[in-house]
């Protein structure tokens, strides 16, 4: 009796590991130290076992800031340091302004924050594995170390990474939604700047401040499209691009209307 049923578990195993189910204790990953490494040795390291990590790194914005190594995000110890740099706060102790700020305050941001003790961060950054998607779910999706949601990848990628919880018209009705808020807001820096162009001889400190303004509200527009955060399309965008398009217009046409007095008088030949 036992013989058999040693039979059977014996034989369930090699089914299993044909198709690569159970690993072989003699093939797995040898022990690492625990540390703590440096930048460079992070690096060097992961460059003999994961060479495409290592590219995807280089070729991001990580690589060209100094000041975020790997130990930024996944600390100096080899243990927990994935679930370490898939929490929020990884990232927004470098993002914080705009950027952090739109996100924290989203639907997504929320959900994540309340849910923090309760999720398991040892999950991979795939599809269906978080109840909302973090700062890494989406910009390192699946493990890419470069920024899985930069321009340069195109929509296709980004709606692919939100249809993994949302349907695809949904998405697409979202996408085509912050592309027409991004227009309004281009319109609207546009008009700003063309006015301000026409004050010539007034380009003061206040008319510079109020150019960075626009350009300022601007990209709130855009942080609160990408992080679906209310607060930063409206209170922080496009409403106060609107106020920024007021005072512009009343400085330019106090401009307008105090310099043909200001002008120094000319005499015509003929006055004594």
């Known amino acids: 009796?036992?013989?058999?049923?040693?039979?059977?578990?014996?034989?369930?195993?090699?089914?299993?590991?044909?198709f690569g189910l159970v690993v072989n204790p003699a093939l797995s990953e040898e022990t690492i130290a625990p540390g703590p490494f440096t930048d460079t040795e992070c690096v060097n390291c992961h460059t003999e076992r994961?060479?495409?990590?290592?590219?995807?790194?280089?070729?991001?914005?990580h690589a060209a800031?100094?000041?975020?190594?790997?130990?930024?995000?996944?600390g100096d110890r080899h243990k927990d340091s994935n679930e370490k740099a898939r929490k929020d706060q990884s990232c927004a102790s470098c993002h914080e302004g705009p950027a952090g700020h739109s996100y924290?305050?989203?639907?997504?941001?929320v959900i994540n924050h309340?849910?923090?003790?309760?999720?398991?961060w040892n999950q991979p950054l795939q599809r269906g594995k978080y109840r909302a998607p973090t700062c890494s779910y989406c910009h390192l999706h699946n493990g890419d170390h470069g920024n899985?949601?930069?321009?340069?990848?195109?929509?296709?990628v980004r709606q692919w990474i939100c249809s993994g919880c949302h349907s695809p018209r949904y998405v697409r009705e979202q996408f085509a939604n912050g592309k027409r808020?991004?227009?309004?807001?281009?319109?609207?820096?546009?008009?700003?700047?063309?006015?301000?162009?026409?004050?010539?001889?007034?380009?003061?400190?206040?008319?510079?401040?109020?150019?960075?303004?626009?350009?300022?509200?601007?990209?709130?527009?855009?942080f609160g499209?990408?992080?679906?955060?209310?607060?930063?399309?409206?209170?922080?965008?496009?409403?106060?691009?609107?106020?920024?398009?007021?005072?512009?217009?009343?400085?330019?046409?106090?401009?307008h209307r105090k310099a043909p007095l200001e002008r120094p008088f000319s005499r015509s030949p003929g006055d004594n």
Request: glycine share 8%; net charge neutral.
């Open 114 to 120: 309340l849910n923090e003790d309760r999720q398991d």
């Open 181 to 222: 808020q991004l227009e309004i807001a281009d319109l609207k820096v546009k008009e700003g700047e063309e006015l301000i162009a026409s004050a010539v001889d007034m380009q003061s400190g206040a008319l510079t401040e109020l150019k960075q303004r626009l350009i300022r509200h601007r990209r709130n527009v855009l």
């Open 148 to 156: 899985t949601m930069a321009p340069s990848h195109g929509p296709e």
């Open 50 to 61: 994961n060479p495409k990590l290592i590219r995807q790194w280089r070729q991001g914005p």
């Open 104 to 109: 924290s305050l989203s639907k997504h941001g």
């Open 65 to 74: 800031d100094p000041g975020s190594g790997c130990g930024s995000c996944h």
């Open 1 to 18: 009796m036992l013989w058999s049923v040693f039979n059977k578990m014996r034989s369930t195993i090699w089914m299993l590991s044909i």
């Open 225 to 255: 499209v990408g992080h679906q955060s209310p607060d930063h399309q409206w209170w922080h965008g496009q409403p106060a691009l609107d106020g920024d398009l007021i005072r512009i217009r009343e400085a330019v046409s106090e401009f």
